[in-house]
């Protein structure tokens, strides 16, 4: 007896003269390959460009590096610069982070009469820069453009910076350290010695054990097949049930207006 693999065959094919054409069912038909494109192209779209995912680690914030770059960039309209000095100093008074840096008059030898320490910040960036084109939602420069022009001209400008160790990685493994940062802010009049009123700006951070990571990553070729196959399959599913109903209803409504009804 000769084997036929054909009786394998799942998708039994119906002759075309025991089907109907209807134009419900063209609607319908063109409507599902529009919605199946639409669908096909965003999922397309979503496997190409990199997906980027954080997370949140516990580790040492200067395990990286020994020394975390700092880049400041502030306006002090109403002081010379050749008054201004800026000094860093740690907890335990060295010249090591964390502690604190400053801009102030301490360091002159000749000290302005009318130390006005009201200024412009534009920039202060911890860390790394973020990479061009990097889309990413965080905090890492809050403090540009806050504008404390209009202040107390005595006062001593104090900032309290929280500053969150960041990582971020690419699709190729580059790894850049771009540190994000809170801050809160007061600002009093100090005096010195002689009861003289010594203005500065301060810059007091901490560094964070909690450590943000940022990476890059596609979406796996089989995930995208699967998905791909969801919506044809599921869309011409849907569109078949939905096809059949209509197609059931009119023919009852038909027979309806014939008087065919048992």
Same mark, same amino acid.
């Not at 010379?80 to 008059?105: A, K, W």
């Given at each position: 007896?000769?084997?036929?693999?054909?009786?394998?065959? &799942?998708?039994?094919?119906?002759?075309?003269?025991?089907?109907?054409?209807?134009?419900?069912?063209?609607?319908?038909?063109?409507?599902?390959?529009?919605?199946?494109?639409?669908?096909?192209?965003?999922?397309?779209?979503?496997?190409?460009?990199?997906?980027?995912?954080?997370?949140?680690?516990?580790?040492?914030?200067?395990?990286?590096?020994?020394?975390?770059?700092?880049?400041?960039?502030?306006?002090?309209?109403?002081?010379?610069?050749?008054?201004?000095?800026?000094?860093?100093?740690?907890?335990?008074?060295?010249?090591?982070?964390?502690?604190?840096?400053?801009?102030?008059?301490?360091?002159?030898?000749?000290?302005?009469?009318?130390?006005?320490?009201?200024?412009?910040?534009?920039?202060?960036?911890?860390?790394?820069?973020?990479?061009?084109?990097?889309?990413?939602?965080?905090?890492?420069?809050?403090?540009?453009?806050?504008?404390?022009?209009?202040?107390?001209?005595?006062?001593?400008?104090?900032?309290?910076?929280?500053? &969150?160790?960041?990582?971020?990685?690419?699709?190729?493994?580059?790894?850049?350290?771009?540190?994000?940062?809170?801050?809160?802010?007061?600002?009093?009049?100090?005096?010195?010695? #002689? #009861?003289?009123?010594?203005?500065?700006?301060?810059?007091?951070?901490?560094?964070?054990?909690?450590?943000?990571?940022?990476?890059?990553?596609?979406?796996?070729?089989?995930?995208?097949?699967?998905?791909?196959?969801?919506?044809?399959?599921?869309?011409?599913?849907?569109?078949?049930?939905?096809?059949?109903?209509?197609?059931?209803?009119?023919?009852?409504?038909?027979?309806?207006?014939?008087?065919?009804?048992?």
């Amino acid at each position: 007896m000769q084997f036929d693999i054909r009786r394998f065959d &799942v998708y039994r094919k119906v002759p075309k003269d025991l089907t109907q054409p209807t134009l419900t069912g063209a609607c319908i038909s063109i409507c599902s390959v529009l919605f199946i494109a639409f669908l096909f192209l965003s999922e397309l779209l979503l496997f190409i460009n990199h997906e980027v995912v954080s997370e949140l680690t516990v580790e040492d914030p200067v395990r990286h590096s020994e020394k975390i770059p700092v880049f400041l960039n502030i306006t002090l309209p109403k002081l010379s610069c050749d008054y201004l000095g800026l000094d860093i100093q740690d907890d335990m008074g060295r010249h090591e982070v964390p502690g604190n840096f400053h801009v102030s008059t301490h360091a002159s030898q000749h000290q302005p009469d009318n130390p006005d320490m009201t200024h412009l910040i534009h920039k202060i960036r911890f860390g790394m820069e973020m990479a061009s084109g990097k889309d990413v939602k965080g905090s890492f420069n809050p403090l540009e453009n806050v504008d404390k022009t209009a202040s107390d001209p005595m006062s001593t400008h104090d900032y309290i910076v929280k500053v &969150v160790p960041t990582v971020y990685e690419d699709i190729k493994g580059n790894i850049r350290f771009p540190y994000q940062y809170t801050y809160s802010y007061r600002d009093l009049v100090q005096y010195g010695h #002689g #009861g003289r009123a010594m203005p500065a700006i301060w810059f007091r951070y901490d560094l964070s054990p909690i450590t943000v990571r940022y990476r890059e990553k596609t979406k796996p070729f089989y995930t995208f097949l699967t998905t791909i196959c969801a919506i044809v399959g599921g869309t011409f599913t849907v569109a078949g049930i939905l096809d059949s109903c209509i197609f059931t209803a009119a023919e009852i409504f038909k027979k309806a207006e014939l008087g065919k009804l048992s």
